[in-house]
């Protein structure tokens, strides 16, 4: 554990969204409104066991089940990457996304467990910002526009 509670191989992104639990857990449980803020392909399952796939940037796969889906306070689903040599392979880790109302907006606190280098947990914290940013922006019924980050973008990473 750290200082802050936080356990050593975790990171966790806070945002407070000014949209309600409902209209923000929805666009963790339909692969349409997913893709809206998040990767270019997607299976999701958001059921226990159910599972998890999606193409993030163009140029390989995240994957995982779900865990927990409580709608609209909570979701788990479990995560990796499904590239050779990655650290962080499918399933190894877990992400715990929970939505606590706060007046007409919500709190939305993500923590990302199981992320065994602190260079998985650096990149993992600034791609958790940056969908989470994406995510308020289409929640608050905006368009982020193209991710730049995506493979063949204008400011890919």
Do not use: K
Not at 13 to 21: C, D, K, L, S, Y
Not at 23 to 36: E, G, H, K, M, Y
């Amino acid at each position: 554990m750290t200082a802050t509670g936080v356990p050593h191989d975790a990171v966790v992104v806070r945002r407070r969204i000014e949209a309600r639990p409902e209209t923000i857990f929805s666009f963790f449980v339909d692969p349409a409104r997913w893709l809206r803020w998040q990767g270019v392909e997607a299976t999701i399952e958001p059921v226990p066991g159910g599972g998890f796939r999606m193409n993030v940037l163009g140029d390989g796969f995240a994957s995982g089940r779900f865990v927990e889906v409580d709608p609209p306070r909570r979701i788990v689903f479990s995560w990796g990457w499904e590239l050779p040599g990655n650290p962080v392979p499918p399933g190894s880790s877990t992400v715990e996304v929970d939505l606590e109302p706060d007046g007409d907006a919500t709190i939305v606190r993500l923590t990302h467990r199981g992320l065994p280098l602190p260079a998985a947990r650096d990149q993992h914290r600034e791609g958790w910002g940056h969908y989470l940013e994406r995510l308020a922006t289409v929640a608050t019924g905006g368009d982020p526009g193209p991710d730049p980050w995506l493979v063949g973008g204008p400011t890919a990473r």
